[in-house]
């Protein structure tokens, strides 16, 4: 195998220079080589590694590879390694490292020298590491320093196990907040630590705290069941252990409560005994005897030495201005007791001492007297002076848990704002709180004295949490008072809070079944009562009391029909000592009156301020007329609230009072904007029994109603409301009355209405029927006055012209069939193109009076020479007739 | 052969066109094997009335109903004039009355023909037992007509605008087809039907001679209404400025003028004769003079609904008519109508049947009365034959 230069350059020479620990170890092989030892020396070294000797070398190949590291050597002077491995090689001499053999023995003695190397390093870490434990770090870099870096740890570890020294691995302190009664718990010799706490009155032994909390054989973890287990343990032992020690016991176990699993005790009580072991290493304690603490207080050995080693390292030894700063912290028992543990210190002062002590003496006394002012009150019973000397007392030393505990035993206030309400045959009892959770309250009932504690008298309720109480058993017609008492602890409680009361039920039942004109009271009576008080309270105030004899009823007569009076009811209650009491009233209204009914005749008619309705009365029952749209679906004789018939957009009329007739209730109220169906409502309590509905109302009127009479037709024409409405027309032929609906779209396509006028006698009504589905209403109907028309007098001409001469004649003939009597006629002659248009446009011939009793009438005139065109037409000299002209053929000459 | 050279106006654009021989468009319906036509603008139809939409083609040669279209095969369409190429009633016939309607502006001419073409299709049609159709009424004139009649009778309705002037312009007119069973001399019903038209001119159309000489159409008609505002009289002057009614600028006999000369003009009509088509010369808004018109006079009687023409009762109203005339100051009128033409009638007509408020030209609230709107057209027809008369 050929030499590769480069690659042991790499991997031997370049380490090996960079190691200084092995070069110290190389040189001192070489030291000792050069010395008595001999080549055997280098047996400490792996020479084969160094030299790259590999075994089952020939003589050749081992010269070849030798040339090959002498010329790496020379070529790799800067190297110290180089040098050195040189000059061994040179030490071991030519002859020797040329014959395979040297190597092999160098190889079987190194085993032996290793043996040694490692005796030597484990007794070194042994006087070294007193607490016989070190960690794999430690290790290593003990070893490296004494060039044995390349062995395994476990090799190593094997060597140190010989001598008694464990390696184990560093572990950290939970960062933990100590509970002060966690802390205080272990200053009683009782508890070592918090696990004699928690598995009282075993103290175990041997306990593994680090990796996990485990005691006992087999292996048994702490778990929260424990806490649990020995807080009722503790209660039911409390003989057993001193007082104060229990105490303590039983905060720490309290604190202990919180913590939910068993790691999270483990935690909690390595931080404790890491914060134990830290006080001891501070007071100055040798390692080894603070480790010795610790296995006493039951830790196991290894653990308390791997406690003491992770806390050594950081811990400081405290002075005395460390007294003086947990005095200013108000922790005066920690300072006093570090006070005592400090031994005197190299340079420590004497005055420094002596002015600490006296701090400390200081706070003891002003503690002394808070706690000497709080014994006092406590004798005199001011409880609140009491807390206030506690809390003072606190101030100066906050970590004794011992005043803390009285404070919190203290008894609280008392109850404050006590308030008693009878409710029917029960009383409620209500206070207020002072925010104290932890509070819990007795009520105690007495009927004579005030209870001179929480068990004076019937206890209704103890430990309550809740600030009322409902006693449902409280005595009737008694006078009873009831007292709150409260505690925080159930021992100790407060001065109570009272108050009187007497418990008077009220009658029940109270039910009133009302005639015409009286009304029959029933009701029941509590037992306890002596009897009852009736008062009938009239709407004008007046008021009568009745007692009635027979128990439970009354008949009340000479009621007025229709009013509303009010009856109460109240128990009379004798109590001891003959007092006469009352209970509060039940109250009830109730109104005479007759069976009710829907209103069936409703009738509504217009009225010149709006409208006026008539019904037969309801006797004693108030009527309401509600307006809702037209077509609004309500069923008679069915009962409906206001809020329903609001809901169908429904509202209520404001009736004015009117005169009726007997049995008649008449109202008259404001014109209705629109048609609407006006329901009667018998009102009996909110709402009432539906009567028969009308309907009612208004719908705008047609404006400018027009009647012009067009030749024999009468055109009646108006100014449409808007809306979609029809109007009703009517007008009398003779005596009988017709009437025409018509539509709009009618109206348009005939351009207006029109009438056969000789069928219209006097006037003509116009009214707007408003359609609705089903449901219809008309309109007051206008009128429309029409003109009388004068009689008509038809009259016929016969016009002869001669041709000859020109001389003309006419035959007039006159027929009326509505005239009777003498009518004055102009005949008049107009020679022109265009006929008269009146009688003064031409020439009247003729003026005669004419006897019309017959019905006909007829004469002739010569119109002497006339000029064609001509026309002859005849006038009536008055107005008393028309004349109605014959066709114009009829009139005019040719 | 003349009878089947005879013509008749074209009722949309008043051409005189050979009834035998019309137009047709190919239907659009192309035969197998041929691709289809396209419909394109008709240069005809926007000549005519502007109308720019697209047609399809019309069949060539005009005048054979059985040809196909040469392009596509297509069957004809319904015939259509050979001038504007409008769509021809079934009814359209030789016989077909085209009636030109004149009057000066505020004259009412738009508000009468409104409500004529209500009343013909309702009334008029009840009276005679006939269908009286617009065809195409949802568009053009007959569509304007019943708008504004609806805008009319609204409960705050308003009069139409006035109508814009022509100019060089073409309207399609309101064509009407009336379709009745005439009873003949011995009893014998058969199937009467004609094709009317109306063509609505602007008043300022027949302002003066020259721009009434652009009414070319008028040369075509067989009947003239013409209408005269009463307040255009000399002795109602000063009742129009009391009620706030616009006083015409033009007077009735200034209109009659023009119309003659053209009518003369078209017809060609000596100097020494008269003008034959009949002209119905209606006094419109005869409401406003209810008041000197006594109830009974024939001019208030309402139409008469029995299904024939009653000339005595028109000639009577038509003397009335003429007195009053001459009353309010217009013999002359009525001698020009004597010189000028053989047949005319005085009508006595009011489409409002009540006064509107002629200041803010809304309808009288009380709607729409109309008032022998139909007479003169009746009296056309009944002069043409086409209804039965009595009384003449």
Known sequence: MTFDAAKYKNSVLVPLARDKARLDVLQQVIRDVQGTVGVGAAARLNASELFAVEPGMGVAELAAHLKGLEMTYNKQKNLPSAGLLKKLLDLFGKDKV??????????SSRGQALKGQLAEFAHAVAEEHPLDVVTPEQLSE????????DLPEADLAEALAEQGVEVRPDFEIPKVALPPAIRKVTEFPEFRTIVDVVLRPEQPTDMSVIEELAFGSPARRLEPADVVAAKQRLQQQEAQVEERARQAAQNALGALTELKSASELHALTLAALAGATDDLLRRGLPRVAVRTELVKRGVRSIDASRLVARLSAS?????????????TEGALGEARRLLDALPPLDGEHADERARVTASVETAEKKKRQFFAQYEASLKSRDYVAAATALRDALSVDSQDDDLRGKLARLPPLPPASLSLRVEGRSLEITWSADGDDAIRYSVVRTTSEMPVNHKDGDVVAAGIQATKFRDDMAPIGTLVRYSVFATRDGSSYSDPATAMSVVLPTPYDFAASPGT????????????AAGVVVTETAPDGTRKEYRPATPGQLAVGGLRTGTKYRFSVKAVYLLAGGERRESAAVELDTTPRGSIRPVDDLLVEAAPAGHTARWSSVVGFTIELWALPITADVTPATRMTSAELTTLSGRRLTLRPGIGGIGETKREFDALPDVSLLVPITLDGDGGLVGTPQVAGSAPSV?????????????????????????????????????KRVSRTSYNDEGGVRLPASEVSGEVTLATVVRAGFQEWVSAPISIPVSVVAPAVKYALSVKRSKFGGKATVAVSLESHQFRGSVELLTVLKEAKFMPNASSDGTVVDRRMVDLSSGRSSFSLDLGKVVAPFWVRVFPSSSGVRVEDPPTSQMRGQ | MAIFNSTAACPYCYTEINPRKLAYRCSGRHA?????????????RQKHFNDSDAYWPVITPIGSASAHCPSCGADPGPPMCPECHSLLPAEYGADSAMIGLVGVRDSGKTVLLSQLDAELQSTVADRFDATIDAPGGKAGLARALRVNRELMLKSDGVLPAQTDSSGGAKRAPAVYAWRYNRKGPIGISRTASTVFSFYDNA????????RALSQVYLGATSGVILLL??????????RAKTKGADVPDTGPEAVLDAITMVLRTAKGVKRNKKVKQPIAVVISKIDAFFDQIPSDHPLRQPSSSRPFFDESESQTVHDHVGSLVEQWGGASLIRKLEHNYTTFRLFGASALGAEPDYRSRRVNSRGLLPHRVAEPILWLMATRGFIPSTGG
């Open chain 1, 315 to 327: 811990t400081q030894v405290l002075g005395l201005s460390d007294v003086a700063d947990r005095l």
């Open chain 1, 98 to 107: 040329g014959d395979p053999g040297f190597w092999a023995g160098l190889a």
């Open chain 1, 142 to 149: 003990i070893a490296a320093g004494m060039g044995l870096g």
């Open chain 1, 517 to 528: 004109t009286d009304v029959s009271l029933s009701w029941a009576a509590p037992p306890e």
């Open chain 2, 32 to 44: 197998a094997g041929k691709s289809p036509c396209e419909k394109k603008a008709d240069s005809s």
């Open chain 1, 703 to 739: 404006q400018k109603p027009t009647a012009e009479r067009f030749g024999d037709e009468l055109r009646l024409s108006w100014e449409w409301p808007k809306g979609d409405y029809i109007v009703e027309v009517g007008w009398r032929v003779g005596s009988a009355r017709s009437t």
């Open chain 2, 229 to 238: 505002d009463p307040f255009g009289f000399p002795a109602n002057r000063e």
């Open chain 2, 203 to 210: 008043g300022e159309d027949f302002a003066t001679p020259d």
